[in-house]
């Protein structure tokens, strides 16, 4: 499969990526025409894999547990009681690709059931990198007979699905963690093809689960959030409005230069502004990342070293998690800012129509 791969410069570094040029949607469904894809979680993940799979041509069915919210969902997306949608240990048992994706707690929870509906030369399919590499706290430990891949999508479930339907793709990393049958790759990259990735670049289960677990807590969601209320509040403070500060922290940046940075890069996001910004926004960039860069260091000793799963998994698996959780969200729905962002999100045009 090495010779099918692509080489692509990434800042004067060569990486291997796999797109639909090297890899056809016909060529991944030949090498998936004898699999049965079974889809573990019906949650976060769950939906857009197993929709794309299905919109693609692959033969998929869903594993959930009845009952739940997840189950009634499946349902109406159109998966079929014993047809295509299962238990949990029934879809597993059919699968010969069991793409388990529940969440790392659920996973905890699942695999001493799991790992007796495995069979000699299936595939476990992950998409984050979590379970096997910290098999220490999890206690996953696949058996040898088997073949243990990842294909980790560079965004949420939901994303998956979206882009998928407009045509853009989303891009994924791919893994071997295990080859029993010689096949492990064949089947990791038409997976990627075939859940609607927008090209797949190799990592490691380790590589993947690092760098996804310090995307998190970093610039994608917690530094984030985190840098966005410091800067809402100091504008409050000083005797600006909730809407213009809400408007000069948020607004402005997903509706306006944010996408300037995925259209061309940060560089020509800059230059298409005023001179004004580019002065303050070059003066003041390098301190920003000079604040936090021993923070970021923080972080990823926390995450290689285990404190973070060991966090995760603890609070995760707590009876009253989602009522904790549930509380933190209402917490900051319920701030001053993003009541205002509610307020701020009801005027645009598309919203008043």
């Excluded at 659920?106 to 096997?132: C, M, R």
């Excluded at 206690?139 to 007979?145: D, H, K, R």
């Excluded at 509706?255 to 890069?265: D, F």
Aim: net charge negative; proline share 3%.
């Amino acid at each position: 499969m090495e010779d099918i791969m692509a080489k692509i410069d990434f800042g004067g570094v060569l990486e291997e990526v796999i797109t639909t040029e090297e890899i056809t949607l016909e060529k991944a469904r030949e090498s998936l025409k004898n699999e049965i894809v079974a889809v573990l979680g019906y949650g976060v993940q769950g939906p857009g894999q197993a929709l794309n799979l299905r919109d693609n041509g692959i033969n998929v069915i869903v594993g959930q547990r009845k009952g739940t919210a997840s189950w009634d969902r499946a349902v109406a997306d159109g998966f079929v009681p014993g047809k295509t949608l299962f238990p949990l240990e029934e879809a597993a048992e059919k699968g010969t690709v069991v793409q388990f994706l529940l969440s790392d707690a659920g996973q905890v929870v699942l695999w001493p059931t799991l790992k007796n509906f495995l069979n000699e030369s299936d595939a476990l399919y992950f998409s984050h990198g979590f379970s096997i590499v910290y098999k220490d706290q999890t206690g996953i430990i696949p058996p040898e007979n088997i073949d243990v891949i990842l294909v980790a999508p560079k965004g949420s479930g939901r994303t998956v699905r979206t882009n998928f339907l407009d045509g853009s793709g989303i891009n994924s990393s791919f893994a071997i963690f295990q080859d029993y049958t010689g096949r492990a790759k064949e089947r990791t990259l038409a997976l990627g093809i075939a859940i609607g990735s927008g090209y797949l670049f190799r990592t490691t289960f380790e590589n993947e689960v690092y760098s996804d677990l310090t995307g998190e807590r970093g610039v994608l969601l917690g530094c984030l959030s985190g840098v966005m209320e410091a800067q809402y509040t100091t504008l409050r403070k000083n005797g600006h409005s909730p809407s213009e500060a809400f408007n000069e922290t948020v607004e402005e940046l997903t509706q306006s230069l944010i996408r300037l940075v995925a259209e061309s890069g940060m560089d020509w996001m800059f230059g298409n502004c005023s001179t004004t910004a580019q002065r303050g926004a070059l003066d003041w960039a390098p301190r920003f990342r000079d604040a936090v860069l021993p923070l970021f260091d923080q972080l990823y000793e926390s995450v290689i070293s285990g404190k973070e799963t060991k966090r995760i998994l603890e609070a995760n698996s707590a009876p009253d998690y989602r009522e904790k959780l549930q509380k933190e969200l209402d917490e900051m729905k319920n701030s001053e800012m993003w009541k205002t962002g509610k307020s701020v999100r009801a005027l645009r045009p598309e919203n008043r129509k």
